[in-house]
């Protein structure tokens, strides 16, 4: 079975996520990342560990092809991500005793808000609404109907990660 991560749009998506992560390893300096396996299907992206090190923080990243202004405005802060990735995040965060963060980059943008979800005991940290929705498979196209989770983002962190723009994900200027 080959993984979405590991198509062409996947393995762009992949290079963003590694953008994102190199700029909060220089920003975030006593923190290590790990990836989760990227040959076989995960429940998180990868994990924060501590200079000491244990579990900082376990992680789901989505890198999305979209402006801040379009993301404020159009989708009112709300990101729009599968429920079952928060509720496997807050698993991940019971069994590893450590926080469960959510990450939105907003690639154009280079903008990254993240919030955090659930606490390493599963006490859940932020709400959010769910409905049953018709989307998009995944990044290569198709579409399913699915629980999707729309998440509050206003409500967490934002922060610059790039200064610079960027294209988008199909190689047209983006931002400029």
Avoid at 35 to 57: E, F, Q, R
Avoid at 69 to 75: I, M, P
């Amino acid at each position: 079975m080959q993984l979405n991560i590991n198509t062409p749009r996947g393995l762009h998506s992949q290079r963003h996520e590694q953008e994102l992560i190199s700029a909060l390893s220089i920003m975030w300096p006593n923190l290590s990342w790990v990836d989760t396996p990227k040959n076989m299907p995960a429940s998180v992206d990868g994990l924060w560990i501590n200079k000491h090190g244990s579990v900082h923080a376990v992680v789901e990243i989505k890198c999305r092809d979209m402006t801040e202004d379009l993301f404020l405005c159009r989708y009112n802060g709300e990101w729009l991500i599968t429920a079952a990735k928060l509720r496997h995040g807050c698993t991940a965060a019971v069994l590893l005793g450590a926080p469960f963060y959510a990450y939105l980059a907003l690639v154009p943008d280079g903008v990254l808000y993240y919030r955090k979800i659930a606490n390493g005991h599963g006490k859940h940290l932020a709400k959010w609404r769910e409905e049953e929705t018709t989307t998009p498979r995944n990044i290569n196209g198709g579409c399913v109907d699915r629980v999707n989770a729309f998440l509050p983002m206003k409500q967490g962190t934002r922060i610059h990660y790039r200064q610079s723009k960027v294209s988008d994900y199909y190689g047209q200027a983006v931002g400029a």
